[in-house]
């Protein structure tokens, strides 16, 4: 007769599994109170320097002076914990969001409006689905807005933590949509339904 550990098989220790659980969980930092306190945290920091970058990849603006009488909107830091589909944690998020709060309509905001999705649309999406068999799968747009492009002029303070050292005075000069302006829903929605209609999809008309 052989043994287990003979094959190599070992019952797990719970003793060490409850340690890499525990160690996991104080790993998690709390959600910041504000910008400062997360640039503290190196696990905030990481987070905010990931959405900068993707920020700058994605051109969202440009450095320029600060022109004189303009609005210039405030950025703020958005953080919180990203779970995983059963509610366990992912990874610490944080979103670089303007204040739509503080613009201007006819200055630097214009038409405004938050698309949704018709519920028959939906039913009608699910039965042709089922009755076919077909698979459904959601997808989700990583920095959707980004993809929208301004149509109006909209200046923005340089986020805090991330002032260019060269250009502490100049202000962002925004090129692409950003979370939190009164008119990236639109900005999004207008490029997006302009690509999908080229690749054969067209307006649900039903009621």
């Known amino acids: 007769m052989t043994t287990r550990s003979q094959h190599g098989i070992f019952k797990p220790n719970l003793k060490y599994k409850n340690h ?35 920020l700058i990849d994605s051109k969202t603006w ?58 028959a649309t939906i039913r009608v999406v699910l039965t042709i ?17 980004l993809h929208g492009n301004l149509n109006e002029t909209v200046y923005m303070y340089q986020p805090l933590g991330f002032r260019d050292p060269t250009l502490p005075d100049h202000v962002c000069l925004l090129r692409k949509s950003l ?8 900005a999004w929605y207008q490029r997006f339904a302009e690509y999908v209609a080229t690749i054969g999809f067209s307006h649900s008309t039903s009621r």
């Open 20 to 54: 890499a659980l525990s160690a996991t969980i104080t790993s998690i930092s709390p959600i910041p109170r504000n910008p400062v306190g997360a640039l503290n945290d190196p696990n905030w920091k990481n987070a905010m320097q990931d959405e900068y970058n993707a």
């Open 62 to 119: 440009e450095l320029v002076p600060r022109p004189s009488n303009a609005n210039i909107i405030r950025s703020l830091w958005i953080f919180r914990h990203k779970k995983n589909y059963d509610g366990s944690f992912e990874r610490h998020k944080a979103r670089l969001v303007g204040d739509g709060r503080s613009q201007r309509e006819g200055v630097d905001c214009d038409e405004t409006f938050s698309p949704v999705v018709k519920p």
């Open 129 to 145: 689905a089922l009755s076919h068999s077909w698979p459904i799968h959601q997808l989700d747009v990583k920095n959707a807005f």
């Open 179 to 186: 979370y939190g302006l009164k008119q990236a829903p639109r």
